[in-house]
């Protein structure tokens, strides 16, 4: 099993929607999320960052976290045609240090 | 600040040529780290160095050696390229277990 798993996608949503992507996690004493967002032929770049229970807001995006069901999602409210990227989650499971553990990522297309 | 640079940003290799993918922060990070990109397998961890003075082997070592040559400095190096390690390489630092900042890459085509 994967430490981190997500859906691929492409996942298309129309100029205005809510875009919902979703990353689940295998080690359940993990502490720390990221989001990153990769546009092609780009590096990785962060968006947001969850320790606790709950959401947690910044602008147009919120991440959700859930440890009782090890899962954590990306909402990005009002998409724009410049959200599409690709998504990476990122996890870094306890007991390894400073090792950070990636998903495939999810490729996002909005359009106009 | 330049953030984290690499060079080179491209290269070619024949089989069984060697060289180092070079890697510099300016962010005085602790923490530094080298991952490979490829089709549908994401980010994938190769080394890592926590602090100045360590390195440790991430999800694919194999055929890869690392340097931390000083806090901001760390190297990659391929001893004998293979056509498997065709791959994008990132770069990448922080200050401990909390958000990366990365490089802009360096696409190595291995023949």
């Known amino acids: 099993q994967k430490e981190v798993e997500q859906n691929s996608g492409p996942l298309s949503v129309p100029e205005g929607a809510i875009a919902s992507l979703n990353c689940t996690y295998s080690?359940?004493?993990?502490?720390?999320f990221f989001w990153y967002r990769q546009y092609s032929g780009k590096s990785p770049e962060l968006i947001m960052f969850?320790?606790?229970?709950g959401d947690k807001e910044d602008g147009r995006f919120t991440a959700q976290l859930n440890k009782a069901s090890q899962y954590v999602s990306l909402l990005i409210r009002d998409s724009q045609p410049s959200d599409s990227a690709t998504y990476l989650c990122?996890?870094?499971?306890?007991?390894?240090?400073?090792?950070?553990?990636f998903g495939t990522g999810t490729s996002l297309t909005v359009i106009p | 600040n330049a953030g984290v640079t690499q060079t080179p940003k491209f290269q070619v290799l024949k089989t069984g040529q060697s060289m180092t993918l070079q890697c510099a922060q300016d962010?005085?990070?602790?923490?530094m780290y080298w991952y490979r990109q490829d089709p549908g397998m994401g980010l994938r961890l190769i080394y890592y160095?926590?602090?100045?003075?360590?390195?440790d082997k991430g999800e694919v070592p194999n055929g890869y050696n690392v340097s931390r040559l000083n806090k901001r400095e760390f190297s990659l190096r391929l001893e004998s390229a293979a056509p498997s390690q065709t791959s994008v390489y990132f770069c990448?630092?922080?200050?401990?277990?909390?958000?990366?900042?990365f490089g802009p890459g360096t696409r190595l085509t291995v023949l």
């Open positions: 962010m005085n990070h602790n923490s």
């Open positions: 160095s926590a602090s100045e003075g360590t390195t």
């Open positions: 990122a996890v870094n499971p306890p007991n390894t240090g400073n090792q950070f553990y």
């Open positions: 080690d359940r004493g993990s502490q720390s």
């Open positions: 969850i320790y606790s229970n």
């Open positions: 990448a630092s922080s200050r401990g277990p909390d958000t990366q900042y």
